[in-house]
Structure formats: structure tokens, C-alpha cells
Nanobody
């Protein structure tokens, strides 16, 4: 089981930026699919983006493509989600998730199911 720890959430005004970090306990991050999901009260958790650290290939859901950017540091076992041009609709709890059996194709097509989750980090965007 992977241990995932998120950080970087907080409060920001509309138009601002935040960078979320997800650090994994697994040593071989390159073999794991890592993603960010978000959830708002009363709604299901939805995928924002995912990355296959081994190749750096990424997937972004339509709602966030162009504003959010994933990157990774395999040595630090950390994946970053850079969020820009934030608006109040981005307010949510953001979760880091991982799957060690997704494979690169499913990971970068967004068609994968996490095995492990972080605790979540809150993002609040005020107008």
C-alpha cells in the first residue's frame, strides 16, 4: 500500500495560483500512476489530472486543461499540481491518488482506478 501525503492547499483570491504537492512512500515512483482528484460537498470525487512519472506523460480533464499543470520529481517521489487562474468554482478538497497497476496507457488516458488515497488538502478560492 502506498502512503501519499498532500500539501500546499490554502486560501487564495480569484485569479491567484497554488501549487499542491503529493509525496509518495514508494521508491519506484516511475512505475506508479499518480493523479489528483477533487471533491465538493454533495458531489462525487472527480479526476482532475494524472501523470505517469516514468515518462512524464500527463492527462488532464477538460475542465482544467490549460490552467492546471502536472510535474514530477522522481528523486523526491513527489508530484506537483500547479493551479493557475483559480476561480471560486475550484474550491474543493483535492486528493492525491495512486495506482501501481494502471500502466502508462490507462494512466494518461484518464481511465484508471486508484488503489491508494491521500488525506486530502483544502483549496478555497474567494471572489
Amino acid at each position: 500500500q502506498l502512503q501519499l501525503e498532500e500539501s500546499g492547499g490554502g486560501s487564495v483570491q480569484a485569479g491567484g495560483s497554488l501549487r499542491l504537492s503529493c509525496t509518495s512512500s514508494v521508491w519506484r515512483l516511475s512505475k506508479v500512476c499518480i493523479g489528483w482528484f477533487r471533491q465538493t460537498p454533495g458531489k462525487e470525487r472527480e479526476m482532475v489530472a494524472s501523470i505517469y512519472p516514468g515518462s512524464g506523460a500527463t492527462y488532464y480533464a477538460d475542465s482544467w486543461r490549460g490552467r492546471f499543470t502536472l510535474s514530477r520529481d522522481n528523486i523526491k517521489r513527489t508530484v506537483y499540481l500547479e493551479m493557475t487562474s483559480l476561480n471560486p468554482e475550484d474550491t474543493a478538497t483535492y486528493y492525491c491518488a495512486a495506482a501501481n497497476n494502471a500502466g502508462p496507457d490507462r494512466c494518461v488516458s484518464g481511465s484508471w482506478t486508484p488503489n491508494d488515497w491521500g488525506q486530502g488538502t483544502q483549496v478555497a478560492v474567494s471572489s
